[in-house]
């Protein structure tokens, strides 16, 4: 069954305190693996896609990184307005719908 | 491009009551999808439009789900009967037919079964 789990849960930073947020998937034959901000009460907003490992891509604050079986959102000196829930997701197996993981809830204080 | 648009964005039903959402997609997006979400959990997938024709469906999808999508636009999706475990988030999404391309969403309907 395909499978994506994030980690940590929720992760508190100081403003200015840099962190990674991991992301592992178990489906095979990776599609793409996608990053999502989520704000409380919206829908995901698309952030990035990676397509093949070694890939980086970069937005503001945020790097997204690809492995063979996991991603890393690395978040450089963190702002209060970076506060989000990060869900990532990939393509399932059989189908065309995503599979998300739980998600990271940060929270950038101060 | 304007974006995905969901419509209600509250819902509060009683217990038994027959609810529709309403989702409008990217214009030029001919794919769509509806997701549900629940506190503290990532989106589910539900079910899956290219253009009109309804392509999978989810196991979560029980038989008091249907959706639409009759001329390749807009979406409905209908809960009949409603049930307190009904209540979630429903989100819907939009994609182009190329490749793997993102998923952009709505912000969803927020939906509370009293």
Known sequence: EDQVTQSPEALRLQEG???????????????????YRQDPGKGPEF???????GEE???ERLKATLTKKESFLHITAPKPEDSATY?????????????FGPGTRLSVLP | DTG????????????????TFRCDPI?????????????????EFLTYFQNEAQLEKSRLLSDRFS???????????????????????YLCASSSATGNQP????DGTRLSIL
């Open chain 1, 87 to 99: 869900l990532c997701a990939v393509p399932a197996n059989y189908g065309q719908n995503f599979v």
């Open chain 1, 17 to 35: 305190e840099s962190s990674s947020l991991n992301c592992s998937y178990t489906v095979s034959g990776l599609r793409g693996l996608f990053w």
């Open chain 2, 67 to 89: 959706a639409e999508r009759p001329k390749g636009s807009f979406s409905t999706l209908e809960i009949q009967r409603t049930e307190q475990g009904d209540s979630a988030m």
């Open chain 1, 47 to 53: 952030l990035f896609t990676l397509y093949s490992a």
């Open chain 1, 57 to 59: 891509k970069e937005k």
């Open chain 2, 27 to 43: 214009s030029e997006h001919n794919r769509l999808y509806w997701y549900r979400q629940t506190l503290g959990q990532g989106p």
């Open chain 2, 4 to 19: 995905v648009s969901q419509d209600p964005r509250h819902k509060i039903t009683k217990r038994g009551q027959n609810v």
């Open chain 2, 103 to 106: 998923q952009h969403f709505g």
